[in-house]
């Protein structure tokens, strides 16, 4: 079995930040790219909030320009997705799609977090045409237009709020007759003008010839007043909740009943000594590509240090 000293799961930011910094400090880590390589990064298009850019940069751009970065300093990057772990004794074992089967002395755990979305054709079909998971990366395209945001969590009215400071007006579409995110932020939602609140409506399908110009809606779908229309909107955010890739962790690192990773304050420790959590598969509340990348160096730190420590 092949031994590896400090070994990287996944290669957005988080990932390849720890390679960077793991490179840098003779660990010779070795990356496995996951199964998006590159990460949520690669699906969007400007991306213009990473400092150092003040042109902006595309995120295929900058996932490439961090993997040469990682490969610079020697990190050796594979493709393949983990899919069995065995963290119940130093070295640990992990398992991948591809046949691999190695032990590591340490591991960094960059795996991520997917945005769930609807399952309609149309999110695929209009998919970096006005349909986002990111108000945050993707906001500023929409100043002065109409949007509409699905969900009806916190991350829903944080997302509806602020898209609602660049944009002329916002849909809030939640499928319940009520909000479910915390007080402050529903009453952030409600009372600005520039949301409408669309309670107990549906989203069937988006229309539009170059990207998207509306969404197909059904009022109390189901039920004897049922009501179908559309509205013209320019861009489509879902926030409907991200589902962070730790499964194949959990026999062994504790998460939240959601699945995020819980580290040691804000270290990026595991209560596994030696195995470290990066990025946004621990990070619900933040999950920006600068958060993770910052998170991804931490974590090579302490990689570095774990190792020095326990003579490896
Ligand atoms: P949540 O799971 O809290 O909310 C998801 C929302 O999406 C719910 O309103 C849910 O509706 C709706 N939804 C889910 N699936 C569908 C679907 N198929 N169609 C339509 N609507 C759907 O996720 P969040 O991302 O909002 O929040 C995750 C965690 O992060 C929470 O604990 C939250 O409090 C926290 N958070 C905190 C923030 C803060 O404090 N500033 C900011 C952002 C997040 P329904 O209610 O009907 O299930």
């Given amino acids: 079995m092949e031994h590896i ?29 996951g199964i998006q390589p590159g990460g949520q990064l690669t699906t969007t298009t400007e991306v213009e909030n990473f400092p150092g850019y003040p042109e902006g940069i595309t995120g295929p751009e900058l ?6 970065q990682a490969e610079r300093f020697g990190a050796d990057i594979r493709s393949a997705i983990a899919i069995k772990t065995d963290l119940s004794e130093r070295p640990y074992r992990i398992t991948f799609d591809n046949g691999d089967e190695v032990s590591a002395d340490t591991l960094i755990i960059a795996t991520g977090a997917t945005a769930k979305y609807l399952g309609l054709d149309d999110e695929k079909k209009y998919a970096g045409m006005g349909v986002s998971a990111c108000a945050t990366c993707d906001g ?11 969900g009806g969590g916190d991350t829903a009215c944080e997302e509806a709020t602020y898209l609602a400071g660049l944009a002329s007006k916002v849909y809030l579409i939640v499928r319940k007759p009520y909000l479910r995110a915390s007080k ?15 309670f107990e409506h549906n989203t069937v399908g988006l229309f539009g010839e170059n990207g998207v110009e509306g969404a197909h809606l059904v009022k109390r779908l189901g039920e004897a007043d049922e009501t179908r229309y559309d509205i013209a909107i320019d861009g ?15 026999p062994w690192i504790q998460t939240d009943e959601v699945g995020y990773i819980l580290t040691e304050g804000a270290t990026p420790r595991t209560g596994v000594p030696g195995v470290f959590a990066a ?20 974590a090579a730190i302490e990689a570095e240090r774990y190792l020095t420590e326990n003579n490896l």
């Fill in 63 to 68: 996932m490439d320009d961090l993997r040469k």
């Fill in 279 to 298: 990025g946004d598969v621990a990070d619900p509340h933040y999950r920006q590509a600068i958060t993770a990348a910052g998170s991804g160096c931490k």
């Fill in 236 to 250: 489509f955010f879902l926030a409907i909740g991200h589902k962070p890739n730790s499964d194949i962790f959990k």
């Fill in 184 to 198: 402050i932020m529903q009453e952030r939602v409600l009372n600005n003008p520039k949301i409408e609140v669309l």
């Fill in 140 to 150: 500023f395209f929409y100043r002065k237009k109409t949007v509409a945001v699905v």
């Fill in 5 to 33: 000293r400090c070994l990287i799961i996944g290669s957005g930011p988080a990932g390849y930040t720890a390679a960077i910094y793991a490179g840098r400090a003779n660990l010779s880590p070795v990356v496995y790219e």
